[in-house]
T-cell receptor
Framework: RKEVEQDPGPFNVPEGATVAFNCTYS??????FFWYRQDCRKEPKLLMS???SGNEDGRFTAQLNRASQYISLLIRDSKLSDSATYLC?????????????FGRGTSLIVHP | NAGVTQTPKFRILKIGQSMTLQCAQD?????MYWYRQDPGMGLKLIYY???????DKGEVPNGYNVSRSTTEDFPLRLELAAPSQTSVYFC?????????????FGPGTRLTVT
């Protein structure tokens, strides 16, 4: 299994839809997880952090399933402006030194 | 705060040329990183640094070199450029601890080697 795997999509959904992405990881010792958003030809920016079972921020919910080693990102009431690539990041390391591993990203297209 | 800055924004190199990509951050972060991103792919770690004077290889270090003489600066050197190094290069920084791990990225350098 690759360290961090994501379905590249694209996920093509209408405005107002609910969409969910999964990200699987191989390092069972990982303690923290992140979702970044990357717009076309731009740098990634942090969307959400997940340190325990989950996190919610407005229309966005991130959940962690340690037993199955995956994290998910749920977007409710999709907006046109949500169109982007969503990158899953799993830091790994020991002794307080954490090196991030990025998934290849999941592309979301929200259409009118 | 300017955050993370990168120069140049764009560059075209001929095969065999060398260049240095500049990266600077003003957030007093200990950790700095260099990534490359090929079209349709995720970010791959080239080199990283946990503090001034300390650097280490990432997933794809061949063909690159780095130095970290100050906390603020983390330049990436390409020697003998090859077409396979055509990519977008992102520099990032973070505090680097498990609970303060947000990475801040620069705007990227788009490099073409022909």
């Amino acid at each position: 299994r690759k360290e961090v795997e994501q379905d590249p999509g694209p996920f093509n959904v209408p405005e107002g839809a609910t969409v969910a992405f999964n990200c699987t990881y191989s390092n069972s010792a990982s303690q923290s997880f992140f979702w970044y958003r990357q717009d076309c030809r731009k740098e990634p920016k942090l969307l959400m952090s997940v340190y325990s079972s989950g996190n919610e921020d407005g229309r966005f919910t991130a959940q962690l399933n340690r037993a199955s080693q995956y994290i998910s990102l749920l977007i409710r009431d999709s907006k046109l402006s949500d169109s982007a690539t969503y990158l899953c990041v799993v830091p790994s390391g020991t002794g307080g030194s954490y090196i991030p591993t990025f998934g290849r990203g999941t592309s979301l297209i929200v259409h009118p | 705060n300017a955050g993370v800055t990168q120069t140049p924004k764009f560059r075209i190199l001929k095969i065999g040329q060398s260049m240095t990509l500049q990266c600077a951050q003003d957030m007093n972060h200990n950790y700095m990183y260099w990534y490359r991103q090929d079209p349709g792919m995720g970010l791959k770690l080239i080199y990283y640094s946990v503090g001034a004077g300390i650097t280490d290889k990432g997933e794809v270090p061949n063909g690159y070199n780095v130095s970290r003489s100050t906390t603020e600066d983390f330049p990436l050197r390409l020697e003998l450029a090859a077409p396979s190094q055509t990519s977008v290069y992102f520099c990032a920084s973070s505090h680097g601890t498990a609970l303060s791990y947000e990475q801040y990225f620069g705007p990227g350098t788009r490099l073409t080697v022909t």
